[in-house]
């Protein structure tokens, strides 16, 4: 049931008061003049003292921005030295993953793919690499295997094996 008054809802009305507020605002709006900028003489002397400090505070500024750099090393596809993930690995143990039909330890698989590892040492980047799990697997397990991988690799998850 909607309580009317002079013909009306209560929303209308309401509506009605909040444009007739808006209009109000809107009416009183004062524009405020913009101020003049000064314009300040200084002395050559003075001009070339603070070109050569700003100088100086720029130079300092930048060589400390290179030791602001992140210590996580850009992806591999990113620097384009890889087209993708270089390897589609699918975690069956805390220590155990299958490359194809290949079942290594994290050290083999390390050996596996030693000279794309050092080739991304090289060049300042991070290969990448899929990863699945097998559905029975504990999350402990899983959590450790991730560990492993994520010490040589940028890991991308995709979930389950189906």
Not at 25 to 34: E, G, I, K, Q
Not at 95 to 123: N, P, S, Y
Request: glycine share 4%.
């Amino acid at each position: 049931m909607s309580s009317r008054a002079f013909g009306y809802t209560v929303s209308e009305l309401g509506l009605i008061l909040a444009f007739l507020f808006m209009a109000q605002m809107l009416r009183d709006r004062r524009v405020v003049p913009r101020t003049t900028v000064a314009t300040v003489t200084i002395p050559r002397k003075s001009l070339e003292a603070l070109q050569a400090r700003t100088k100086m505070l720029q130079t300092t500024l930048d060589s400390l921005r290179r030791h602001l750099k992140s210590a996580q090393l850009p992806t591999c596809v990113s620097m384009k030295r890889a087209t993708g993930p270089i390897l589609d690995i699918v975690i069956t143990g805390e220590d155990a993953f299958v490359i194809g039909k290949e079942t290594l330890d994290i050290e083999q698989l390390r050996r596996k793919v030693a000279g794309e590892l050092a080739d991304a040492r090289a060049c300042g980047c991070v290969h990448t690499v899929t990863v699945r799990y097998r559905e029975y697997l504990t999350s402990y397990a899983y959590s450790m295997a991730l560990e492993r991988l994520e010490e040589s690799f940028y890991v991308k998850r995709l979930g389950p094996v189906e």
